[in-house]
């Protein structure tokens, strides 16, 4: 088999071949996202003429229409309460039950796991109805509330599945060592379970995260109030008021999708796969 040398270290032709798929599948992951920051920065009257390529003169106008002259921040800060509010209660909540389902002895806990693992598969649009007949009753409609408690009934059932599963593979001689110094069940969740779970919990807030900031159904039918409409909400309306400005739309989807890759940059080296050599030491 052929090896290439590069910088005095052999490369094989298979590597290279990876390597080249891994660019390219990369590459046209990463098209969708650059069209939609180049196209941001082109006048309206140069993206009629060039739909494709590169700008030939940044244009920074639009970026300042979307902040200044639309309701861009009040939304965007919309889903800011409503994601950081229903990853907060869940995860707290599955931390709770995860550990009582992995660690404490209870009659029918593993029928509650079944339970809680089989509510992944119901889709959300079929508890739309009952849900806001009960919200109308309970004057929970267009409420932070209710549509934090609705998106944290949502994500917890993974939560709790991928924390039990983690919770598991956590060394049996950590609890009985913390058991014989006197520590309980709450302790050892809060001193012991939490710290060594850090990389799991953080892949939990991304997703959590990143589902309830691009959920569009629950915050239509449950935030009717204009002035609690989230930014899925909003660039629905914004696109549809500029429908014939697609640099301005686009900057808008900019903004509408920086909070969320920054999230992901900040955790992306914090794997679970990587806690369990951290936990033994």
Same mark, same amino acid.
């Not at 209870?106 to 992944?120: C, K, V």
């Not at 993974?158 to 983690?166: M, N």
């Given at each position: ?110 029928? /509650?796991?079944? $339970? !809680? &693992?089989?509510?992944? +598969? %119901? ?8 849900? =806001?007949?009960? @919200?109308?009753? /309970?004057?929970? $409609? !267009? &409420?932070?509330?209710? +549509? %934090? ?8 059932? =993974?939560?709790? @599945? ?6 598991? &593979? ?112």
């Amino acid at each position: 088999m052929a090896v290439k040398r590069q910088h005095g270290v052999r490369v094989k032709p298979d590597q290279v071949l990876k390597h080249g798929i891994l660019i390219v599948a990369t590459l046209i992951a990463l098209t969708p996202t650059l069209f939609m920051i180049l196209t941001s920065l082109k006048s309206q009257q140069e993206y009629i003429f060039n739909k494709v390529g590169f700008p030939q003169e940044l244009v920074l106008d639009h970026f300042r229409s979307v902040l200044f002259e639309s309701d861009f921040v009040a939304w965007m800060a919309n889903s800011v309460i409503l994601a950081a509010g229903a990853v907060a209660l869940s995860t707290v909540v599955s931390c709770l039950g995860a550990y009582a389902i992995a660690r404490m002895q209870f009659r029918g806990r593993g029928l /509650l796991f079944s $339970i !809680s &693992t089989s509510l992944m +598969a %119901i889709p959300p649009v079929v508890m739309i109805v009952p849900l =806001f007949v009960l @919200y109308t009753q /309970l004057s929970l $409609i !267009s &409420t932070y509330e209710g +549509a %934090i408690l609705i998106y944290a009934g949502l994500i917890t059932p =993974f939560s709790v @599945y991928l924390l039990t599963s983690f919770f598991r &593979t956590l060394p049996r001689e950590l609890f009985e060592a913390a058991r014989i110094d006197g520590a309980g069940d709450l302790l050892i969740l809060i001193k012991i379970v939490i710290p060594l779970s850090l990389p799991a919990l953080l892949t939990l807030v991304v997703v959590n995260a990143l589902y309830v900031w691009n959920d569009l159904l629950i915050a239509i039918i449950f935030l009717q109030d204009d002035a609690k409409r989230t930014l899925m909400a909003g660039i629905s309306v914004f696109q549809g008021r500029y429908n014939d400005q697609i640099p301005l739309t686009m900057a808008g989807m900019v903004f509408a999708s920086a909070p969320m890759i920054i999230l992901y940059l900040a955790f992306q080296k914090h794997y679970i796969q990587g806690l369990m050599a951290g936990s033994v030491k």
